[in-house]
């Protein structure tokens, strides 16, 4: 089972929400704990994934290896994508960074469609 961890600016987005958006938010993620990737979406032009809820989003960052689901950001579909998001403090502690790079001869590990390196 996956564990979800909140990044402090998905808490403020979540803050501003009205409390009946803030449950079914919850109540998605909470199904998402057994297979994440079974819900959420591989975002297109940026790194991350992102989870459908009605009119809502959430973009959040999934770690198999750690079984961690990082939530980024969370808001209406009309301006979620607006911003970019950063890369969690988890997976930079995790010595491991997004690369795209097919040549690349280091410790390589691929999560859906994702390819990370070991930092050196």
């Known amino acids: 089972m996956y564990k979800i961890i909140f990044e402090k600016r998905a808490l403020k987005d979540l803050q501003k929400?009205?409390?009946y958006i803030k449950e079914r938010i919850w109540n998605k993620l909470q199904d998402c704990k057994e297979d994440p990737f079974g819900f959420?979406?591989?975002l297109v032009e940026t790194d991350g994934f992102k989870l459908r809820i009605g009119d809502w989003r959430v973009i959040a960052d999934i770690i198999g290896h750690k079984e961690t689901i990082?939530?980024?950001?969370?808001?209406?579909?009309?301006n979620i994508y607006d911003q970019k998001h950063d890369v969690p403090p988890l997976l930079k502690s995790s010595g491991l960074k997004r690369h795209s790079c097919f040549g690349c001869s280091r410790n390589r590990h691929t999560l859906k469609g994702v390819v990370?390196?070991?930092v050196p």
């Open 17 to 19: 929400l009205e409390h």
């Open 40 to 42: 959420f979406e591989k």
């Open 70 to 78: 990082i939530v980024l950001k969370s808001g209406h579909r009309k």
């Open 116 to 118: 990370f390196c070991q």
